[in-house]
Structures are given as C-alpha cells and as structure tokens.
C-alpha cells in the first residue's frame, strides 16, 4: 500500500515535512510514504491553460493516482491554507470529471510555530479535498509551538499527540484498504 505525503510547506526544514516523516515510522509493513517534493514547481493555476498540464501538475496527478491514499501535512498562513497548497490541489481538481483524488482517502494534520497548530488551515483544507471528491478523514491533529513539539523524527513529543496520530493513520488506512468479502 502506498501513501502519498504532501506537505504545505516549501522551507527546506518543514515542520510538515518533518512530520510526515515522523509519520513514516509509525506506519505498519507493507505500507510505504512517499513524498511528493515539487510543488514549487507548479505554476499558478490559471484556467485558461488547464488543458495543456504542466510537467510538475502531471507529475502530482500520475502520484496522486497510484497512491491508495494521500496524507498533507499543512502549516497556516494567514488563517488559512497556504497558497501553494491550494494551488495544487486546485490544479488536480481538473477536469472534474477527471481528478485522481475523486474517491481517493485522505487524511490532514498540521504543525505551525503558533499556539493553534494550524487548526484552521487544516479544517479548510479537510472542506477543499472533499469538495473535489476525496474521502476525507473528519480529524485533525493540529500541533502548536512546532519547533519545541517536534522531535529529531518528526514525531510529536506528547504521547497522546503520537496516539492521535497513529489512529488517523489507522483511519486513514482502513479508507484505503480493499474490502474484503465475509466468508
């Protein structure tokens, strides 16, 4: 099984980057993360080019579709998603008809330097996956004061934070795994 990591950040030394890493090991065999690292490199959406895909939109989208699941990692700006993170996800929502994460689990936490842990930026970014069709874990986990919260890993220090972020990992998981038929 396959979960694509997306981090809302872009600074070299992410907290989200480095939380999704800390992710990473609590994972169980045969499950593997994997970091989609180019969202620099994606243009600002404009729809009057959204039917030639830039190379780095291709790349995200062909990620997103051979994942069973997504899994972002966003700090807040401004109260809100980052921009680059919204600008991607608004890119994959086209077409429509088309978009890998129509159907696709997905899962949301966050860590920022502030007090709130990117509460809000995770609820909206919770309501613009499942507004393009992603099955959307109803969790959050946000964690404030990153920098102290966080250790060399990417795990959270608290034991109840590391607690909650392995049932939404399991949540996560149990979206994505296939049904299997009751004997």
């Known amino acids: 099984m396959r979960?694509?990591?997306?981090?809302?950040?872009?600074?070299?030394d992410s907290y989200n980057a480095r939380l999704l890493a800390g992710a990473r090991g609590l994972l169980p065999s045969g499950v593997e993360l994997v970091l989609f690292d180019e969202l620099a490199a994606i243009p600002p959406?404009?729809?009057?080019?959204?039917?030639?895909?830039?190379?780095?939109?291709?790349?995200?989208?062909?990620?997103?579709?051979?994942?069973?699941?997504?899994?972002?990692?966003?700090?807040?700006?401004n109260s809100s998603?980052?921009?680059?993170?919204?600008?991607?996800?608004?890119w994959v929502s086209r077409?429509?008809?088309?978009?890998p994460l129509r159907g696709k689990p997905a899962a949301v936490l966050g860590a920022s330097t502030?007090?709130?842990?990117?509460?809000?930026?995770?609820?909206e970014t919770r309501k613009v996956l499942g507004a393009i069709?992603?099955?959307?874990?109803?969790?959050?986990?946000?964690?404030?004061?990153a920098e102290e919260a966080l250790d060399e890993?990417?795990?959270p220090r608290e034991r109840e934070a590391v607690e909650e972020l392995s049932a939404m990992l399991d949540e996560l998981l149990e979206l994505a795994a296939p049904h299997e038929l009751a004997a």
């Open 3 to 12: 979960v694509l990591g997306l981090a809302g950040s872009l600074r070299h």
């Open 45 to 77: 959406f404009n729809e009057d080019g959204e039917h030639s895909t830039p190379p780095a939109v291709a790349a995200l989208k062909v990620a997103i579709a051979e994942a069973d699941a997504v899994l972002v990692a966003t700090p807040e700006y």
């Open 81 to 90: 998603i980052p921009g680059v993170l919204k600008n991607a996800l608004d």
């Open 95 to 99: 077409p429509v008809a088309d978009t």
């Open 114 to 123: 502030g007090l709130f842990g990117a509460v809000w930026a995770q609820a």
């Open 133 to 145: 069709g992603a099955r959307v874990v109803d969790r959050e986990l946000p964690i404030g004061q």
């Open 153 to 155: 890993s990417g795990l």
